[in-house]
């Protein structure tokens, strides 16, 4: 007897791909979601078996269940391609992957392989960043332009191979090279394993919800003249959840994002902000939200009205519908935390539209009635800074049996960087349009501006031949101390460089991160990629190195990969080096990325071989 066995991967619900991705010929705001949904749908493996009755069906068993502890493969391929996109009355073309906008979901579960075939069929130089994503001894699939492979050019591919391992959430990808991530990006859910429940009652339905920035003009353009210029470049026309405007914008109202809810159900809202550079408040018009995890860490549950999310950033929420129909629509409304000053921002909101499903009426029937009332939320401040120092110290790790917060108890390495903006002199014989007409905008980490080498820092340490690429000095603290969050000194001028800085495998890391002053104090969320910290102080003001410690949490700090420095004030994270690699870390608002405020960790191998990187895929892209 010859058995045949299907072994089939539990189904996240088919719902999650409802209101999601849409195609970027679809402007509507009823979407087709038939691609997201099959990726979505019952995902299965197909085992044979050449063995005889009556064991082949123990076997089989046996096979299951290696299959559910190990993971299986998955393979997407994305084609990173231009499509004509129609926003805000007017059409432009516009880098997507698949000729989607958002681009495709890609589903996993904890502990899978995931292979992901990127061909680049544009003008443009392209990598793809897995934001989040561990990669642990594969910092080779991490993404990051010069930092861990050189771009692809026209025409190249290169599959990005990782498995993910003791991760599980919402996470995102997206571009990784100068701002093309403004429209090249898209969801990354991990289910947990086989059989794990969610630490909180399962929802009825789950939906992505993405934040993102729209210009009218080419952004690549944009950041060119900026560049040449010195100054800022131009802020974006509008926010969008999903790709679409909505309702507040000019020829947009077709353009929104719905979401139809029964009474009394209860939907959980994975929601990232992939806006390129604005952190954004969000509410539901009268329901609250329960927040249950944050950079797919779960976290002890709270519930707002309000929440805060930066670039990078994602946040799981649960809505609970109301208990009965109540003949009205709700505003989801986004819009943007700033104290940036002098300068300006994108102060306008994005908005969504909560409908009920109407009783007896068919789910795919529209709920939407002109003469229901339309509620509205009403968001902090723009400059709210109270709000979220608020909401942040909300945050806390669960810290169970089942996902402790292992936080580093004692620390090897200490370091103390200042992170904010400055200025660069304009070049000989030229006029820029920065702070002044003699000086351009730039930003620095420790006064360092990272400059992006012409080839791959990872590849040249795995390679040895890192002289004449990058130095190994970075300095671990500021060179010249100064009233960090006072008076801004009179020298705003930041060193310019290539450094790095070197951490021995398995080291226990405190990293404090201060704002500072120099043209104003301003938020800025720091992303480290190949690890997770945890979040063990934050105050306003200048560190205090003596009294300040004595307040850090160690016992569940909040763990994640994208932490916002308080405007004005500071944090404290730790981590344990334990992956090995060059690691980037940069603010994520992309303008001062672009500036400079960005740095590299080099961690070095262990003793062991599990603990050293893995040698370069063959198909690695060359400079």
């Known amino acids: 007897m010859r058995i045949r066995t299907q072994v089939l991967v539990p189904t996240i619900h088919p719902h999650l791909a409802t209101h999601f991705s849409t195609r970027v010929q679809d402007r509507s705001a009823?979407?087709?979601?038939?691609?997201?949904?099959?990726?979505?749908g019952t995902m299965a493996m197909v085992i044979s078996s050449d063995l005889r009755a009556p064991c082949s069906l123990l076997m089989a068993t046996l096979m299951l269940i290696v299959v559910q502890a190990q993971g299986i493969t998955r393979h997407y391929n994305f084609n990173v391609q231009m499509a004509n996109v129609t926003r805000l009355c007017a059409t432009k073309s516009i880098v997507t992957v698949n000729g989607e906008y958002p681009g495709p979901a890609l589903v996993a579960r904890e502990g899978d392989r995931v292979l992901v075939r990127v061909t680049n069929h544009v003008a443009h130089n392209m990598t793809l960043h897995w934001h989040g994503i561990r990669q642990l001894r594969s910092g080779w699939a991490d993404g990051p332009a010069y930092i861990t492979q050189?771009?692809?050019?026209?025409?190249?591919?290169?599959?990005?191979?990782?498995?993910i391992t003791g991760q599980r959430g919402t996470l995102w990808w997206h571009a990784h090279i100068s701002w093309l991530r403004a429209t090249v990006y898209g969801a990354i859910i991990v289910l947990p394993k086989h059989g794990v429940p969610y630490p909180f009652a399962a929802p009825h339905r789950e939906v992505p919800m993405i934040f993102g920035e729209w210009w009218r003009a080419d952004t690549e353009k944009l950041v060119r003249q900026a560049l040449k210029t010195g100054g800022a470049p131009n802020i974006s026309d509008a926010f969008t959840i999903n790709g679409l405007p909505g309702?507040?914008?000019?020829?947009?109202?077709?353009?929104?994002?719905k979401l139809k809810v029964e009474p009394g159900k209860t939907y959980m809202l994975r929601l990232i902000n992939a806006a390129l550079n604005d952190e954004l408040f969000f509410a539901v018009a009268n329901h609250t939200l329960t927040v249950v995890e944050v950079d797919a860490v779960y976290v002890k549950p709270f519930t707002v009205k309000t929440l805060i999310i930066s670039p990078g950033q994602t946040t799981n929420v649960l809505l609970t519908a109301k208990p009965f129909y109540p003949k009205a629509n709700f505003y989801m409304s986004a819009a943007p935390y700033s104290v940036i000053r002098p300068g300006t921002f994108d102060n306008t909101t994005v908005a969504g539209i909560l409908e009920y499903q109407k009783p007896g009426g068919a789910p795919s029937a529209s709920s939407f009635d002109k003469y229901f009332l339309l509620f509205k939320p009403t968001l902090p401040r723009f400059n709210d800074t109270g709000f979220v120092a608020n909401f942040t110290s909300k945050l806390r790790s669960l810290a169970t049996p089942q996902y402790p917060a292992a936080v580093p108890q004692s620390v090897d390495k200490r370091f103390f960087f200042t992170v904010g903006l400055g200025t660069l002199p304009c070049p000989v014989n030229a006029t820029c349009q920065g702070p002044t007409n003699t000086t351009q905008f730039a930003a620095a980490v420790n006064n360092v501006s990272l400059v992006l080498p012409s080839t791959a820092l990872l590849q040249t340490h795995f390679t040895g031949t890192s002289r004449g690429v990058y130095g190994s000095n970075f300095p671990?603290?500021?060179?010249?101390?100064?009233?960090?969050t006072g008076t801004p000194p009179n020298n705003t001028n930041v060193a310019t460089g290539t450094k790095l800085l070197v951490l021995p495998f398995n080291s226990s890391v405190e990293l404090v991160m201060q704002d500072t002053s120099i043209l104003g104090i301003e938020s800025h969320p720091l992303h480290l990629h190949g690890f997770n910290f945890f979040v063990v102080g934050q105050g306003v003001g200048n560190y205090d190195s003596v009294n300040d410690p004595a307040k850090f949490n160690l016992v569940d700090p909040v763990e994640r990969n994208t932490v916002g420095v308080p405007a004005g004030g500071w944090v404290a994270i730790r981590f344990l080096a334990d992956n090995p690699g060059v690691w980037f870390m940069h603010c994520h608002l992309e303008v001062h990325t672009t500036w400079g405020l960005r740095m590299a960790w080099l961690v070095l191998d262990g003793n062991l071989p599990n603990q050293k990187i893995l040698p370069p895929p063959s198909?690695?892209?060359k400079c």
């Open 150 to 163: 050189c771009p692809m050019q026209t025409g190249q591919s290169y599959l990005y191979n990782f498995t």
């Open 619 to 621: 198909d690695l892209p």
């Open 476 to 484: 671990i603290m500021p060179l010249k101390k100064f009233n960090y």
């Open 30 to 40: 009823s979407f087709g979601h038939r691609k997201l949904a099959q990726s979505l």
């Open 247 to 257: 309702p507040f914008y000019n020829c947009s109202a077709k353009d929104t994002f």
